[in-house]
Each structure stands twice: as structure tokens, then as C-alpha cells.
């Protein structure tokens, strides 16, 4: 069986901190980062969807955490489709227009290069500690040949980094179209992110446990009743039960004796409930697997 590790998708949301997970003497950034390193091997950053990191703020964090913990990145915006704040791209990047929000079309194609070009230098600092690069595409990017080709170049581009898949739209997964999307991210050997999330709205993707590659993401979205809020704490505010967490386990075991490394992560980010399921779901793979 491959390695699993399990982590969180925040180690600096406003609520965690208020929560009381941090001990009293955790008072700054690095106090919390490494304290967090002691309790999980990894963890998503999901402030780089936001805003391109710096390479500052990347070497910190591997200065911060021990040799062998892993950061998985979330692309940033544009990179992925979605709509971008014109205030989060580089200042002579930014292009001439009133709206807040644009898209990669509106930006010469110069422009998008000098954008991945920086994306991916700033995480230079963290070479080694990074586990992938998290696409996740947004409800509209459906299953289609230049879709598929957008996947391609994204993991062109990352090269030699990891960029791992996620979908937000159905029909990737719709009758047949199942074992076309795993076959063909297992052609071209990129890793897909298994999701566990409410269903039956528009962005649902069903838990499909399924490895294309050594590598296997799952990123536990929880099960809030408000997932259409705009509040993103209503959206993912949802504590997962430990009957819950004890279903997967085996499924996590399942998926993990098929790959090399299995990254597991809980984005139910609302307090320390992502803490908490993650430190549970740690518990109960390692005591099924001391058995």
C-alpha cells in the first residue's frame, strides 16, 4: 500500500484562529505553520487561488516545516478559467478595462504566459515540497476535446511539478463518459482528484474513488446543506460524523494499494472542523492499519 497522507486545506482561516485549535503560544504565522507540521505531513494552499504567491512567502513556508511535509498549491484564478480580480494580476499585467473581474481571454496572450511564468517561478523556494498543483476547473468546463486539451497544456506547463485534476461539472462523468475521463487521464498520467461533496446541484461530481496516476488526490468538501451560499463558511461549514469518516477509511485503503501516494485533504474549512475530521480520519487509518 502506498503512502496516505492526510492534511486540511487551511492552516490560516480567520475562523480556525478563533477557534482555539492554535495553543496560546502559537502567536504569529510561523508559530502557527509549525505547529501545524507537527500535527499533519501536508496541506493545501488556497490562498494562491486568490493571488499569485511570492517567492518570499514560499520560502518561508519551506523554512518552516520539517524535510518531508508536502504543500499542495491551488492554481491561481485565471489560470483555471475562472474569473479573476483584476487587482490580484501584476500591475503591467492588468489590462485596460472598468471591470472588476476578467477572464484569460481578455488578457493579450503574452500577458497569460507572464502570468504562468510567475505563478510557477514563485514556487521555486518550495522545490521538494511540493506535492501537486490543484486545477480545480470551474462548473462550466465541460467534457470536451479542447477541454481536454486545456488539461494537457496546464500539465505541459507545470512540468516537472504535478498538476492534479479537479471537475466541477457532470457530464466528465456521465454514463460513458466515466471511463472515457479516467482513461484519459490515465493516458496521460494525471492524477485525478476525487471529491466528496453534497449532490444534486449544478457543480456536483460523484465520489468516484478511482487512481490515474502514482498519485491520488481526495479533498473532502462536506456535506453542508447551504452549499449554494455565498458565505463560504455556510458553504463549508460541515462537521463530518466519525461513522462518516469510518466508511471512507476503507476506501482510502482501497485507493491507496493502487498508487504510490495518496493525499488526502479536508476543505470542510469553517473553525477547526477540518483539524478535527483530519486528525480522526488519521486515527482510524492508522489503526486499521496496525492490524
Known amino acids: 500500500m502506498g503512502d496516505i497522507k492526510v492534511g486540511t486545506a487551511s492552516w490560516t482561516d480567520r475562523t480556525l484562529l478563533e477557534s482555539g485549535w492554535y495553543p496560546p503560544s502559537a502567536t504569529t504565522a510561523q508559530e502557527r505553520l509549525a505547529y501545524y507540521a507537527r500535527q499533519f505531513p501536508l496541506v493545501e494552499v488556497d490562498a494562491t487561488y486568490y493571488a499569485p504567491p511570492n517567492a518570499e512567502t514560499t520560502r518561508l513556508w519551506a523554512a518552516r516545516t520539517p524535510p518531508g511535509f508536502t504543500f499542495n498549491i491551488k492554481a491561481f484564478s485565471l489560470l483555471t478559467g475562472h474569473p479573476t480580480k483584476v487587482s490580484a494580476l501584476p500591475r503591467e499585467l492588468r489590462p485596460d478595462t472598468d471591470k472588476a473581474n476578467v477572464y484569460p481571454r481578455h488578457l493579450p496572450p503574452a500577458a497569460v504566459d507572464e502570468v504562468w511564468a510567475r505563478f510557477l517561478s514563485a514556487l521555486d523556494p518550495l522545490t521538494g515540497k511540493i506535492g501537486?498543483?490543484?486545477?480545480?476547473?470551474?462548473?462550466?468546463?465541460?467534457?470536451?476535446?479542447?477541454?481536454?486539451?486545456?488539461?494537457?497544456?496546464a500539465a505541459a506547463r507545470c512540468k516537472p511539478l504535478r498538476a492534479a485534476v479537479e471537475f466541477r461539472h457532470a457530464s466528465w462523468f456521465d454514463g460513458d463518459n466515466e471511463r472515457e475521463t479516467l482513461d484519459f487521464l490515465r493516458a496521460h498520467d494525471l492524477p485525478y482528484v476525487v471529491v466528496d461533496m453534497?449532490?444534486?446541484h449544478r457543480s456536483s461530481i460523484p465520489p468516484v474513488v478511482e487512481a490515474t496516476s502514482d498519485l491520488a488526490v481526495v479533498r473532502f468538501h462536506g456535506h453542508s446543506e447551504r452549499w449554494t451560499s455565498k458565505d463560504i463558511h455556510e458553504k463549508f461549514g460541515y462537521l463530518y460524523s466519525d461513522a462518516e469518516l469510518s466508511a471512507w477509511t476503507p476506501r482510502l485503503q482501497a485507493l491507496a494499494a493502487s498508487t504510490a501516494e495518496t493525499h488526502v485533504l479536508m476543505n470542510n474549512c469553517y473553525r477547526d472542523f477540518a483539524q478535527r475530521n483530519a486528525a480522526e480520519l488519521k486515527r482510524l487509518l492508522s489503526s486499521d492499519h496496525d492490524r
Not at 135 to 153: G, M, V
Request: glycine content about 4%; aromatic content about 16%; cysteine-free.
Open 198 to 200: 453534497p449532490q444534486g
Open 132 to 153: 501537486s498543483v490543484l486545477f480545480q476547473f470551474p462548473p462550466w468546463f465541460t467534457i470536451r476535446r479542447d477541454n481536454k486539451q486545456t488539461l494537457l497544456e
